[in-house]
């Protein structure tokens, strides 16, 4: 499978930015589906995650603001990030994972203070 991810750039603090990530290639339904993002100087990290289901979960430093959904039909999964902070400035990234992992490239999101 193959993953474009979209939707990054530059925002203040306290604005809201929606990623998208398009998957192509493959079944995109049996995927379970997340969003990592990787700071620099940290590791990457898990952000939201979006099962196969629809079931979901977070981390709990974007619980309350982040949104992950899944639209099937269209093959796509979004991240919708809101009341965003300077912590959140990272690359993201779509993952998939079925038997084993995949990745697009990240989209850079900045929040300045």
């Known amino acids: 499978v193959q993953l474009q991810a979209s939707g990054g750039g530059l925002v203040q603090t306290g604005g809201s930015l929606r990623l998208s990530c398009t998957a192509s290639?493959?079944?995109?339904?049996?995927?379970?589906m997340a969003w990592y993002r990787q700071a620099p100087g940290k590791q990457r990290e898990l952000v939201a995650r979006?099962?196969?289901?629809?079931?979901?979960n977070y981390a709990d430093s974007v619980k309350g603001r982040y949104t992950i959904s899944r639209d099937n039909d269209k093959n796509t999964i979004y991240l919708q990030m809101n009341s965003l902070k300077p912590d959140d400035t990272a690359v993201y990234y779509c993952?998939?994972?079925?038997?084993?992992?995949?990745w697009g490239k990240g989209t850079q999101v900045t929040v300045s203070s």
């Open positions: 993952n998939a994972f079925y038997r084993m992992h995949y």
């Open positions: 979006i099962t196969s289901g629809g079931s979901t």
């Open positions: 290639g493959s079944i995109f339904s049996i995927y379970a």
